[in-house]
């Protein structure tokens, strides 16, 4: 067997609880990578789906997948420290169990890696939504961005206690799909943290991007995607939004497995929330209060806070119940800061929408940072994350191709070149003398 030793490891790690309809797609996305250095591990939660019948038929056709699980189900948080304890040293990035990369997309990141020598990267991860999350067929969001550009860290964070909303920033490194990080990172945040974990809030994914990037002065971005986002209708972001019974009994679940990290000091030590604006404060100050941690942003404005997250559950995307929750920690987060009577005042006076479905079908969607479109999956014949990751792969290119300067200026030569061959004069065909009397009608 080859060597790879002066190649670098990289690990793409899948943290599990059923989700089995979906991570057999998933899979094929990591099986048709061509990056002579992988592996791939899928840590299962002890689900009650078959999904290790799933992973291991997998690993008998791809020897790079690994199966493993820890000793007992503790819930997605425990599952994700115990993932991340099984990586070698090298590079690692995560994925859901609906999740995907894109072709080639490990060696992208690792060209870019080399040529920027940095060792934390992110880019736009496009989103693939199954039927049922939004419309029946399914749709397809991907960002419109190019090039490649170093971004000071610093100025993200700053963004963040600005904008409170981490989930919306394409720039964040997050190595959940989003992004890879060196194990040496990693291994950094481990060494300030009091328990030696790397999770120090009750989610995994925005937390990273945070406390990475104040480990690191900068860190580069790709406007080139290499995973992407797949979103099925068990994505947890998806049972926090409804007061259906069976997703409230999910939810519930995972509340409870978080019950003992709950958010910072200054949010009142409430129960994990699922508001973005309180995720990214909460994120913010526990890497901050981490020893040494390099990261520096502004006093966190809790005005502002409570003034955006009042605005989240007025989007019309919560289920009454769900608001319910959530306004008694957001009513405990004013009290903590004296601005109990301005978090009353700005509840009566908000208006909100009343729950309706996510937008579906062909659109164009606009953000700070940039713009990017929204496709009717059906329409492509994208039925699952492995579709998409081709569909998404072709589109990335195509878009590259036509607005690209290089490749306009070729194609316009190629069309005069081959407009001024079809004006020279050709030759005469054969006189009739000459075809005429021949009667050899061989070739």
């Avoid at 899928?42 to 789906?49: K, N």
Wanted: proline share 5%.
């Amino acid at each position: 067997m080859k060597e790879h030793t002066k190649i670098p490891l990289f690990t793409v790690i899948i943290p599990v609880y059923n989700r089995s309809e979906y991570l057999h797609h998933t899979l094929r996305t990591c099986m048709i990578q061509n990056y002579p250095n992988l592996e791939i591990i899928v840590s299962d939660d002890f689900s009650t789906e078959n999904v290790q019948d799933i992973v291991m038929k997998a690993s008998k056709l791809d020897k790079r997948i690994r199966y493993v699980r820890p000793d007992s189900g503790k819930g997605m948080l425990n599952n994700f420290e115990f993932a991340l304890k099984q990586v070698k040293t090298g590079y690692v990035i995560a994925l859901g169990g609906d999740d995907g990369l894109l072709p080639d997309g490990i060696q992208g990141m690792a060209d870019v890696i080399s040529t920027t020598g940095l060792e934390l990267l992110a880019w736009p991860a496009p989103a693939y939504y199954y039927p049922g999350v939004r419309g029946v067929n399914g749709q397809l969001c991907i960002h419109r961005d190019r090039g490649i550009r170093i971004i000071d860290s610093n100025k993200f964070l700053n963004r963040q206690a600005k904008n409170l909303s981490y989930s919306s920033d394409i720039e964040s490194p997050m190595f959940y799909v989003k992004g890879v990080v060196s194990t040496e990172l990693i291994d950094r945040v481990r060494n300030r943290s009091k328990n030696g974990l790397f999770y120090s809030c009750p989610t995994p994914d925005g937390f990273s991007g945070i406390v990475l990037a104040g480990e690191v002065s900068s860190f580069a971005y790709s406007g080139k995607p290499f995973s992407i986002f797949g979103v099925s209708p068990t994505s947890a972001g998806m049972t926090y939004l409804s007061d259906n019974e069976e997703d409230k009994k999910i939810s519930e679940k995972f509340y409870q497995s978080v019950a003992d990290r709950p958010m910072h000091v200054e949010l009142a030590r409430q129960p994990y929330s699922p508001l973005i604006s309180l995720m990214t404060v909460d994120y913010l100050l526990t890497a901050k209060d981490l020893p040494g941690w390099g990261g520096k942003f502004p006093k966190i404005n809790f005005r502002k806070v409570l003034t955006k997250s009042i605005e989240e559950l007025s989007f019309g995307l919560y289920g009454e119940n769900r608001i319910i929750r959530e306004l008694k920690i957001l009513n405990s987060i004013a009290e903590k800061h004296g601005l109990g009577e301005f978090f009353l005042n700005q509840v009566r006076q908000k208006k909100r929408f009343v729950q309706r479905s996510p937008f579906s079908g062909h659109g164009i969607g606009y953000g700070k940072n940039t713009y990017g479109f929204y496709l009717d999956a059906e329409t492509y014949h994208v039925h699952n994350v492995f579709d998409a990751a081709y569909v998404t792969q072709t589109i990335h290119q195509a878009y590259s191709d036509l607005t690209s300067f290089k490749t306009i200026l070729q194609a316009l030569l190629n069309s005069v070149k081959y407009r001024l061959r079809s004006k020279q004069k050709g030759k005469s065909f054969p006189s009739e003398t000459e075809w005429l009397k021949n009667d050899d009608h061989s070739f």
